[in-house]
């Protein structure tokens, strides 16, 4: 099939606002081992905060390049010179912290703007993605707190997502298991913490028009759960088990919610960390708005054995989170958009 006629997949849709009835968890449950995508309805962010956010960010992408924090693509990747992806996660709660710098006062040098925010300690178990997507005139630009932000509508943002994540979490917990949620909730996920990411794809200057532009590489996230807002454009694709790229159409009010390589390991591989990507197929900016909800970075993951199951094989030897994002960050292989390697190939035990 030309890929212009992509297949286009519906996922279910849940009420998060409500505890989910049998039926619905028992569909959550598919989902997440299927597709490890579903969407959310009655989420609690409000149109309003994500048209704040949005046009805050807007501002920030439209001012000039020079205001911006400027990355060159790292020398590894020389051969890509049109493309730039950069990327910059921040700890919610430091995000919120980092409104006294403002943007154009920010070093012009990566480097230097790295240890700015270590040596002020704000920046410590943050971690910072440099990748570079393949062939695409996509640019993120490193998102440093700056003045056009302001703290309130962030911080009600972060808050928001929060609590939704631990919503979702909870949720995804009893779909796996009776009373898994009481049993491992507090004991595993009440450390977790969340970093967001502002995703602004720009308008692709050509494109195929049965491929598309990839604007963000195949990649599975390194979260537990991660909670995206992607605005009307569309573009999302997750790949099917048989390989097959799936179109995840945007719907409005509604959050695109998926498993992330934490919450897959713990889970003993039961919930699928899917891979994903965008493919721009017009000449449009894309917008997106990403919330990764992780592990603490020194939590060891361990599928508990309840959830292993017994006479089960255990799929993944005990590993530190932090080794794990490291891994992804400084492996070649391991990064974002060549997923060649992930958690399976990091603490994988064969077989
Ligand atoms: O832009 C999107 O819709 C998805 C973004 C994404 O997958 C990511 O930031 O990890
Ligand atoms: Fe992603």
Redesign the pocket.
Known sequence: MPESQQACIHLPVFDISQPLSPSSLSSLSLACKEWGFFHIINHGVSKNLYKKLYSLSNHLFSLPCESKIKVGPSSSLKSYTLISLHLLSLKVSEFLDLTSMVLHKVPQNFSSIIQTLNSGNIYNSCYISLISGRACFLKIYVICMCSTYDSETLKEYGNKMSELSKRIVKAVLMSLGEDFDTNFYESDFSNCHGYM?I?N?TAPESVEQEKGVE??GM?T?MSCV?I?C?DDIG??QVRSKEGKWMDINPCEDTL?VNIGDLMHAWSNGKLRSSE?R?VLKRYVN?F?L?F?WCFEDEKVILAPNEVVGEGNFRMYKPFVCRDYLKFRESCEKGKFDTVGFTVKDFAGNGG
């Open positions: 990411r995703n794809y604007g963000l990649h996230d991660t995206v992607q573009g999302l695109v994903h965008v894309r997106s990403a990764f």
